[in-house]
């Protein structure tokens, strides 16, 4: 039998792999431009400041959205389990409730008593400081439920001052990238249109959750342009 290997199939010059377009970074260091190299490390530090921000709005969303739950669950509870008669007559006895528990303790602390009657004495505390306590639950809960509405309101605040924040960022972003790409003469200053955002920055940096890295690509024509710009 013939075990000669079959010949390969040669791939049409169509399916090679196209060249890669060379990236902002590759272009500024081509270039050797000063100014384009100072206005790209200003960038980079305003995006790392903008992950900072991002890290910072997202746990305020986080501890907003739980105060959130937790005041609609303190709420409920408020709304289901209140009784306002009992808790009206609960209220009225807090002060002789307070006074009586007083008295006990101080008889115990002062008063030579057999050990039956402090176990009674000790016994009758108890029981008010338990009614003491139901007759405060809602009160407690009344405090709780305020403490957390303050809680809403600063995570709220703070996430619309980090968020503003950004949005400011962004405006600074996108002047430096306007900025860059006139420095190094590419953009919208050599074809009269934009090439991605309505200032040539890449889009991707406008969104406020982190994303990859925005495409720095430049084409063929630009290349040209630096090299001419290089050569005088």
């Excluded at 890669?20 to 980079?44: M, R």
């Amino acid at each position: 039998m013939n075990h000669e290997a079959a010949p390969k199939a040669v791939q049409p010059a169509s399916a090679a792999a196209k060249p890669l377009k060379p990236s902002l970074n590759d272009i500024i260091k081509e270039s050797n431009n000063v100014q384009a190299e100072g206005i790209k490390k200003e960038i980079d530090e305003m995006r790392k400041q903008k992950g900072r921000l991002i890290s910072k709005a997202k746990e305020f969303r986080r501890r907003y959205s739980y105060k959130e739950s937790e005041f609609a669950s303190i709420d409920r509870l408020l709304k289901v389990e209140r009784d306002p008669v009992a808790e009206a007559a609960a209220r009225k006895r807090f002060g002789y409730l307070k006074k009586m528990i007083n008295k006990f303790e101080f008889r115990i602390s002062t008063e030579a008593k057999s050990l039956n009657e402090e176990k009674e004495l000790i016994r009758k505390i108890n029981e008010m400081k338990a009614e003491l306590n139901e007759s405060l639950k809602f009160v407690r809960m009344e405090r709780k439920l305020e403490l957390v509405k303050k809680d809403i309101e600063m995570f709220k605040n703070s996430l619309i001052e980090t968020d503003k924040a950004i949005a400011d960022l962004d405006l600074k972003m996108d002047g430096k990238y306007v900025e860059l790409r006139k420095s190094l003469g590419i953009g919208s200053w050599q074809s009269g249109k934009p090439q991605s955002g309505r200032d040539g920055r890449p889009m991707q940096h406008r969104k406020k959750a982190p994303q990859s890295a925005p495409s720095q690509e430049v084409n063929l024509e630009d290349i040209v342009v630096i090299k001419k710009k290089a050569a005088k």
